[in-house]
């Protein structure tokens, strides 16, 4: 027992192996630039696909539901039989996914390509975020915002697929997608023996033993995880269902409403995604230096201001106020994981599974839900109603100090 838990401090004492955190936040950048295509597809499907604002709802609920669905049970099942294979097999499924996208005539062709994009991304998380854990070293926060960085980054180039790429190629430019996948799988092939032989050695993140703890202490401790995370959860709603709207719905918002292009409408986006992978970044930096919680309570919490006035100002003040609002919004999200992560130690992919998981599955229904009421109420209204989100941003303040013991 001394002998694994000498060996489980190496692998935490051990430095921060950045060439692995730096391959593994490329393939996590390509595998959200392959889900990326599916919502700078929107603007071409809708008006090729003749869709409506619902059934692009249901692409976006179709893409990120699955995904969510999957990624705690895969995060479950991998936590008790961690599997580095499963990491290329996922980017396969991708693969398939954005070769139908590609040529899908209708609808529900588009829906089942979405579903295999969705599996992929889900098989990937959970072991892409044990292998963040194992090459973290001390700089948990850091890590985690180096691997975030990449989905978020990948995220971002959705408005830039739009204008680039789906204008002029239409809905057949998908099929450059599967280059991606290709990329990412070339890319596994060398993390997965690093990873394999990291569990060798140390074996999968387990509990920390409890058999000191009286039951009191342990049913009281049991109390504070399940509020922490119901909290969590809250916060991850919050951030989710606005994040959703802004994504998925502003760009129609910006041309109904400020007369701009297809083209001129991504731009905001645009600037609220990339401002997001700098937040992101800085905001595992500064949760290594002043608290998890403090920087959940900053990135929800501190964007509720930003949100509110984003749909009553000029379009001048559009481009300024993304860039803050994305910023500040997308600050907490890694953050969100390393801290879920230490609330439960030793499941560190279903934790991770839970929060990114649950961040999709959150977009979903509210890309389902703001999508029908935008049909019954019209769509300016329902950005204007979103907005209040991130006030709950402010329930943040009832979460429990960080815990910052090593969780192997």
């Known amino acids: 027992m001394a ?11 051990a430095g921060t192996i950045y060439a692995i955190l730096y391959a593994i936040s490329s393939v996590h950048l390509l595998n959200d630039t392959m889900q990326a295509v599916v919502s700078a597809l929107f603007p071409v499907l809708k008006k090729s696909l003749e869709l409506s604002y619902a059934q692009i ?33 996922g980017m396969g499924m991708s693969l398939i996914g954005m070769a139908g996208l590609a040529f899908a005539p209708g609808f529900w062709p588009v829906m089942l390509a979405v ?18 854990y194992f090459a973290a070293g001390g700089r948990r926060g850091l890590a985690q915002s180096i691997y975030q960085v990449g989905g978020n980054a990948g995220s971002s180039l959705a408005p830039l697929m739009t204008i680039f790429i789906f204008v002029p190629l239409g809905q057949p430019g998908a099929i450059w997608g599967t280059l991606l996948a290709a990329a990412a799988i070339i ?24 058999n000191t703890v009286s039951s009191a202490l342990a049913k009281r401790e049991r109390s504070v995880v399940v509020f922490a995370l119901t909290i969590l959860i809250l916060l991850v709603f919050a951030r989710s269902w606005y994040f959703s709207g802004i994504s998925t719905f502003y760009q129609f918002y910006l041309e ?22 700098l937040g992101t970044f800085f905001g595992g930096v500064l949760a290594d230096r002043f608290g998890r919680k403090k920087m959940i309570m900053f990135s929800v919490g501190g964007a509720a201001p930003f949100a509110l006035l984003l749909p009553h100002v000029p379009l001048f003040w559009v481009y300024p106020i993304t860039v803050v609002l994305g910023f500040i919004l997308l600050s ?11 609330l439960i130690p030793g499941k560190v992919g279903m934790a991770s599974g839970l929060i990114t998981g649950l961040a999709f599955g959150m977009g979903a229904l509210g890309a389902v839900v703001l999508g029908k009421a935008a049909e019954i109420w019209g769509l300016a209204d329902v950005m204007i109603y979103s907005s209040i989100l991130p006030l709950l941003g402010f329930l943040s303040i009832l979460l429990p100090p960080d815990r910052r013991e090593a969780s192997f």
């Open 256 to 277: 109904n409403s400020y007369g701009l292009s297809i083209r001129a409408a991504q731009v905001p986006i645009f600037l609220f995604m990339a401002a997001g992978v």
């Open 187 to 210: 890319v596994l092939l060398r993390v997965v023996p690093w990873y394999r032989n990291q569990l060798a050695l140390y074996g999968k993140p387990v509990k920390r033993a409890a």
């Open 332 to 342: 907490g999200f890694s953050v969100s994981v390393v801290y879920a992560q230490e």
């Open 115 to 132: 579903v295999f994009i969705g599996l992929g991304s889900a098989v990937f998380h959970p072991e892409g975020s044990r292998v963040v």
């Open 3 to 13: 002998t694994t838990a000498t060996a489980r401090s190496a692998a935490v004492q």
């Open 57 to 89: 709802g249901w692409i976006a609920f179709a893409l990120n539901m699955t995904s969510s669905v999957m990624q705690p049970l895969v995060g479950y099942i991998s936590d008790k039989r961690p599997a580095p294979w499963m990491l290329p097999v």
